[in-house]
């Protein structure tokens, strides 16, 4: 696969993150208008809703983008998003016909504001990062106990909250949580003093199930992918994460990238999950590459000072992959809905530099960082911005999420102070 051309020039960019080879979806909306369907191409975003209205687009009888969010369309399945692809490239290709009709729909990218592209019909966050769960189970229980004994036969998750999950821009307020700190006896109910980035994937269902699937039926059911930053308060969750696993420690805010990159985009980065160190039960047996090889990195900002990289990792350090998530998701019968987002668990790679929290980077906040400034950071301060961001390199051309950013404002007064 090499760059596809488009007429839209910024398109045609080695290194930009929405070539005609992406076309990801969104969400948007501008000073003069409600929010609406769109595609990126180059620094543009083609209004598909518009598109739809004027008849340039028609895949059904019915509309499909006269509502803010893709989910009508993912509810359609495999062969209407393959022939919205189709028509999207026809539309946009170097040479179309139909430029003259397409170019009036085209909207400027920095004039446009990005919301939630899809409405989150339930989150659920698993811990299927093998590196991340080696390091903070060291940091827990010991080397000895790092890994539980379930880890490598079953992704672990735990039901998260479709409520707290935001578009990247939003803004995420430090909680105030019950914790309790090793040198006191009582717990108490500060600002959490721990608060933390997870860097991860999140996998969105497109097509909806009733009862256990299997993993090729899994990956077929995935519709696209976004960045993810599961925020976590790390002292919240040392005192309540025990037996029935994290709660309100994850509850504040899980930020997206504004753009789904689609399978399809992704299908030429595609590779193995790492060699299995015990064999996995029937069910959930590889099936075929269902991980993706995808840059990804964080980037701090401290309020008045510059941005640094503070990791550099790859999705593909996955143990498992969104499809096996899926499928074990499904062995109990639960039903899986269009709209279902779920988060890959934090992505760290085997060296220091590569730690996906800074739980890890930090080691516990034993070993705080240095940022390229001399500003130190074990967990994020009042008012700094943390940043994913995400690319696929192909032969030529990029395939990028976009960023995932998100500031954390200083906590409130006491909320029940009166
Ligand atoms: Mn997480």
Redesign the pocket.
């Known amino acids: 696969m090499t760059l596809m051309k488009s007429w839209v020039d910024s398109a045609n960019d080695a290194n930009h993150p929405f070539p005609l080879n992406n076309l990801p979806y969104g969400v948007f909306s501008t000073e003069d208008g409600d929010p609406r369907c769109g595609v990126a191409i180059g620094d543009m975003i083609f209004d598909v809703t518009a598109a739809e209205s004027e008849d340039l687009i028609a895949l059904t009888d019915y509309p499909l983008f006269d509502v803010p969010f893709w989910n009508e369309l993912m509810e359609e399945g495999p062969a209407v998003w393959a022939a919205l692809r189709e028509r999207l490239i026809a539309l946009l290709s170097e040479g179309s016909a139909d430029r003259a009709t397409v170019e009036p729909l085209l909207v400027p990218m920095v004039e446009a504001q990005m919301h939630l592209p899809f409405a989150v019909s339930e989150y659920t966050?698993?811990?299927a990062g093998k590196n991340h769960a080696v390091n903070v189970g060291t940091m827990f229980r010991g080397p000895e106990n790092a890994l539980p004994p379930n880890w490598l036969h079953i992704p672990i998750g735990y039901n998260g909250r479709a409520s707290s999950v935001v578009v990247s821009g939003t803004d995420v307020r430090r909680p105030w949580g019950q914790l309790k700190s090793p040198e006191h006896d009582m717990p108490a109910f500060l600002p959490s003093r721990r608060f933390d980035i997870?860097l991860?994937m999140g996998a969105i269902v497109g097509t909806s199930s009733d009862g256990p699937i299997s993993v090729q039926e899994a990956d077929n059911n995935i519709f696209g992918y976004v960045l993810l930053n599961?925020w976590?308060a790390r002292d919240i969750q040392a005192w309540e994460y025990q037996p029935l696993g994290p709660f309100q420690a994850?509850a504040t805010a899980t930020t997206i990238s504004p753009w789904i990159v689609t399978k399809a985009a992704l299908n030429p980065f595609r590779c193995d999950t790492p060699t299995r160190e015990v064999a996995l039960l029937d069910h959930l047996k590889d099936c075929g590459p269902m991980l993706y090889d995808i840059d990804l990195e964080v980037t701090m900002q401290p309020e008045g000072s510059t941005e640094s990289t503070i990791t550099r990792t790859n999705y593909k350090e996955m143990y498992y992959s969104a499809a096996q998530q899926l499928a074990h998701h499904s062995t109990s019968g639960c039903p899986m809905n269009t709209g279902d987002l779920l988060?890959s668990?934090?992505i760290s790679g085997t060296t220091k530099e590569s730690r996906g929290s800074l739980l890890e980077l930090s080691w516990g906040g034993k070993e705080p960082l240095t940022l390229p400034t001399g500003e130190t950071r074990s967990f994020i301060e009042d008012n700094d911005t943390l940043t994913l961001k995400g690319a696929a390199k192909g032969d030529g051309y990029t395939i990028g999420f976009g960023t995932c950013v998100g500031k954390v404002l200083p906590a409130l007064d006491d909320p029940y102070k009166r």
Request: glycine share 18%; no cysteine.
């Open positions: 966050d698993f811990y997870e991860e599961d976590s994850k988060g668990g934090t």
